[in-house]
T-cell receptor
Framework: QKEVEQDPGPLSVPEGAIVSLNCTYS??????FMWYRQYSRKGPELLMY????GNKEDGRFTAQVDKSSKYISLFIRDSQPSDSATYLC??????????FGAGTRLFVKA | ETGVTQSPTHLIKTRGQQVTLRCSSQ?????VSWYQQALGQGPQFIFQ???????GRGNFPPRFSGLQFPNYSSELNVNALELDDSALYLC????????????FGEGSRLTVL
């Protein structure tokens, strides 16, 4: 079993839709949770960084962590074609290694 | 732009050859990590270097080795290349050994034939 599981998609939505991206994890020691966005032929870039359970909002993006169910979510409101990318969830315990999910490919159609 | 630069951007090797990938860290960052991203997969941790010493290693065989130089630039070396080594190799620089925000380079895409 992978430590972080993520549906690879692809997920296709119309412009303006609310997008929900989800991951599950198995390591109870994970304390930090992140979402990275990766455009084609680029390295990943950090979108959201949260510690422990709860919600964090940044503009059109909201990250949720539920440690009781080991569930990580990212919501994108008013999605735009420029949001089309691969979204990677990731976790770590505070050490030197970050564990990534496989990534979900998102297409936002104009 | 993260300020992390990698070279070469693309290269093709044949099975059994050796390859060296290079990375220049973001200014002020003293720690470098390398990740392997196979097609359709998330990045997988290879190892981390801090003060020119290997600080941690993922589940990769010894034929994957690295160096960090006094100016914090880094190399990833892979010997005896296998077909499964075909992937995007990502260099990451950070300001410390813990995993806060990771600053990724654009990657070096290696194809092994």
């Amino acid at each position: 079993q992978k430590e972080v599981e993520q549906d690879p998609g692809p997920l296709s939505v119309p412009e303006g839709a609310i997008v929900s991206l989800n991951c599950t994890y198995s390591n109870s020691a994970f304390q930090y949770f992140m979402w990275y966005r990766q455009y084609s032929r680029k390295g990943p870039e950090l979108l959201m960084y949260t510690y422990s359970s709860g919600n964090k909002e940044d503009g059109r993006f909201t990250a949720q962590v539920d440690k009781s169910s080991k569930y990580i979510s990212l919501f994108i409101r008013d999605s735009q074609p420029s949001d089309s990318a691969t979204y990677l969830c990731a976790s770590h315990t505070g050490g030197f290694k970050t564990i990534f999910g496989a990534g979900t490919r998102l297409f936002v159609k104009a | 732009e993260t300020g992390v630069t990698q070279s070469p951007t693309h290269l093709i090797k044949t099975r059994g050859q050796q390859v060296t990938l290079r990375c220049s860290s973001q200014s002020g960052h003293n720690t470098v990590s390398w990740y392997q991203q196979a097609l359709g997969q998330g990045p997988q941790f290879i190892f981390q270097y801090y003060r020119e010493e290997e600080n941690g290693r993922g589940n990769f065989p010894p034929r994957f080795s690295g160096l960090q130089f006094p100016n914090y630039s880094s190399e990833l070396n892979v010997n005896a290349l296998e077909l499964d080594d075909s992937a995007l190799y990502l260099c990451v620089s950070t300001a410390g050994t813990g995993t806060g925000e990771l600053f990724f380079g654009e990657g070096s895409r290696l194809t092994v034939l």
